[in-house]
């Protein structure tokens, strides 16, 4: 099982406000995956990076995959109160082929 | 399309006692994932199904944790007797396909305290 170590641990920002939340690990991920969870519910999937040095767009949020596929960050652009949840990564060991997720980061956007 | 469904959303017991955990997928999914998340930490699986036989239970504690998909559809994640630590969210999540790649759909999970 990978370890995949998110930071911080806790964000919280103005409305309006950039961000950018990291997911680090020493292994390397054939697949990573960010998903945002709500209060009182599951997680729910934004996106999955495949390729080392890949760049996603999601509207507001642009996802990176690191060269190496060890690492991945997330950055929200003009954060809106609708972006409060926890943001949690998942990535698929390359040797194992095994999914594990990062402990999260809670991100909390004031009106 | 439906999503997933657990049942109950809530549930309290006290420790030594048992609970049962209800999930029924979302259609056509062959895949089904019991997964535990403690408060401040992310889900770990304990059980992966595909249709109703068991691909991964490596993290499952057989001791009191049990799980069935009998007929391929619904499940039901069981702990008898609960201890203190079982304190959490048990989330089910459903794939159409049992690749760890492939986007895992969550229901909205059920929050179990253990007095």
């Known amino acids: 099982t990978q370890l995949l170590e998110q930071s911080p641990q806790f964000l919280s920002i103005q409305e309006g406000e950039n961000l950018t939340v990291y997911c680090n690990s020493s292994?390397?991920?054939?697949?990573l995956q960010w998903y945002r969870q709500e209060p009182g519910e599951g997680p729910v999937l934004l996106v999955t990076v495949v390729t080392g040095g890949e760049v996603k767009k999601l509207k507001r949020l642009t996802f990176q995959f690191g060269d190496a596929r060890k690492d991945s960050s997330l950055h929200i652009t003009a954060a809106q109160p609708g972006d409060t949840g926890l943001y949690l990564c998942?990535?698929?060991?390359?040797?194992?082929?095994?999914?594990?997720f990062g402990a999260g980061t809670t991100v909390t956007v004031r009106a | 399309e439906a999503g997933v469904a657990q049942s109950p959303r809530y549930k309290i017991i006290e420790k030594r006692q048992s609970v049962a955990f209800w999930c029924n997928p979302i259609s056509g999914h062959a895949t089904l994932y019991w997964y535990q998340q403690i408060l401040g930490q992310g889900p770990k699986l304990l059980i992966q199904f595909q249709n109703n036989g068991v691909v991964d239970d490596s993290q499952l504690p057989k001791d009191r944790f049990s799980a069935e998909r009998l007929k391929g559809v619904d499940s039901t994640l069981k702990i008898q007797p609960a201890k203190l630590e079982d304190s959490a969210v048990y989330l089910c999540a459903s794939s159409l396909e049992g690749t760890p790649s492939t986007p895992l759909h969550f229901g909205n999970g059920t929050r179990l305290t253990v007095t």
């Open positions: 292994s390397v991920f054939s697949s």
């Open positions: 998942a990535g698929v060991g390359s040797n194992d082929y095994k999914l594990s």
